[in-house]
């Protein structure tokens, strides 16, 4: 079993910067991918940044690129997202995601809350 504890959502103005964080915890894992998505009320959740095990060329979705990085610590097993230029429409709760290795298990962090005010 794996933990996921996401941190550093809130409220920001347009244009602000926010950094979230997730830390996977538990015992003898080892981590396929970690990423984020992110979910609005009546939308499905949508896909916004990935990094792979051996930090090969991270994903993003095209609405957050060259905004956001996301970048993984192998060591401490945590993935952070450092969002930049923030918009409203970047508003919704965020969740981290972990695949561990093999590609068969997946498992979510509970979400944090991003508000981007105009």
Same mark, same amino acid.
Request: hydrophobic share 35%.
């Given at each position: 079993?794996?933990?996921?504890?996401?941190?550093?959502?809130?409220?920001?103005?347009?244009?602000?910067?926010?950094?979230?964080? /997730?830390?996977?915890? $538990?015992?003898?894992?080892r981590? &396929?991918?970690?990423?984020?998505?992110?979910?609005? !009320? $009546? +939308?499905?959740?949508?896909?916004?940044?990935?990094?792979?095990?051996?930090?090969?060329? !991270? @994903? &993003?979705? %095209?609405?957050? #690129?060259?905004?956001?990085?996301? @970048?993984? %610590?192998?060591? #401490?097993? *945590?993935?952070?997202?450092?969002?930049? @230029?923030? +918009? !409203?429409? %970047?508003?919704?709760v &965020?969740? /981290?995601?972990?695949?561990?290795?093999g590609?068969? *298990?997946? &498992?979510?962090?509970?979400?944090?809350?991003?508000?981007? @005010?105009?």
């Amino acid at each position: 079993q794996v933990e996921l504890v996401e941190s550093g959502g809130g409220l920001v103005q347009a244009g602000g910067s926010l950094r979230l964080s /997730c830390a996977a915890s $538990g015992r003898g894992f080892r981590t &396929y991918s970690m990423a984020w998505f992110r979910q609005t !009320p $009546g +939308k499905e959740r949508e896909f916004v940044a990935e990094v792979t095990w051996n930090g090969g060329s !991270p @994903s &993003y979705a %095209d609405s957050v #690129k060259g905004r956001f990085t996301v @970048s993984r %610590d192998l060591a #401490k097993n *945590t993935v952070s997202l450092e969002m930049n @230029s923030l +918009k !409203p429409e %970047d508003t919704g709760v &965020y969740f /981290c995601r972990v695949v561990l290795a093999g590609g068969m *298990t997946v &498992y979510w962090g509970q979400g944090t809350q991003v508000t981007v @005010s105009s």
